[in-house]
């Protein structure tokens, strides 16, 4: 029996997202249906990077990087810094989406660890 992991990895999603052509820009939908395809095309992506093979990653990476730092660069400026240093939307001197940006992306942490 097929694992879950292999279903999704042989899903016409997949495929979809593979080649570039991903159906949630082809339709209306609503937040909730956003979002999930958001979180699918996240989990796919991830997926096929970690398991495809490198032809098909070389081509997945050219695809979807520019689209992932676009992604987090508009995240960022949603949540742009005051002169003082707190976050416009947030408030606060804390952001948490920039501290989460931040712990997800950054290679060694601020305080020299
Ligand atoms: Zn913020």
Redesign the pocket.
């Known amino acids: 029996m097929p694992s879950e992991l292999h279903k999704l990895t042989q899903s016409k999603y997949c495929k979809l997202l593979f080649d570039g052509c991903l159906p949630c820009h082809s339709r209306r939908v609503n937040e909730s249906d956003r979002d999930a395809l958001l979180r699918r095309h996240l989990a796919m992506l991830l997926i096929g990077v970690q398991n495809g093979e490198d032809a098909d990653v070389l081509r997945l990476a050219r695809a979807e990087t520019h689209r992932l730092v676009g992604a987090v660069a508009a995240c960022l400026r949603g ?1 742009a810094l005051s002169p003082s240093g707190s ?4 408030g ?1 001197p804390e ?4 501290k989460e940006i931040s712990l997800a992306l950054l290679p060694v942490t601020l305080d020299g660890g």
């Open positions: 949540h976050c416009t939307t947030c606060s952001c948490l989406l920039r």
